[in-house]
């Protein structure tokens, strides 16, 4: 390994399944409508996007690698398609999350 290029250690596999279950949470409290719920999962450096209720999740697919989680699926009633890239902390805490999403009006 070289001095001045360290390698950046990848979470354990724990922080990684804890990041899992805090995205899995999070659609879950935001789907209630429970926002002091899904606030208890971000990490305190976390900037967070104000949550959109009165939605439901429905999630495709869950992919995890190290310290990011990506989830795949549909927001309804609005019927969107979404992809959201959430970023960990070193507890497993969500740090962050970017949404990519494609209207679905016009599929079949």
Request: aromatic fraction near 6%; charge should be neutral.
């Amino acid at each position: 390994m070289n001095s001045r290029h360290p390698r950046k250690l990848l979470p354990s596999s724990l922080v990684t399944d804890s990041g899992v279950d805090h995205v899995r949470l999070a659609y879950h409290y935001l789907d209630i409508g429970d926002v002091d719920g899904y606030l208890s999962l971000l990490h305190e450096d976390a900037r967070p996007e104000p949550p959109a209720l009165g939605c439901r999740h429905d999630i495709d697919r869950i992919v995890a690698s190290g310290d990011c989680v990506v989830a795949i699926g549909r927001v309804s009633p609005q019927q969107v398609d979404f992809v959201d890239v959430f970023t960990l902390s070193d507890e497993g805490m969500l740090r962050s999350r970017r949404r990519y999403a494609a209207s679905r009006a016009g599929a079949r």
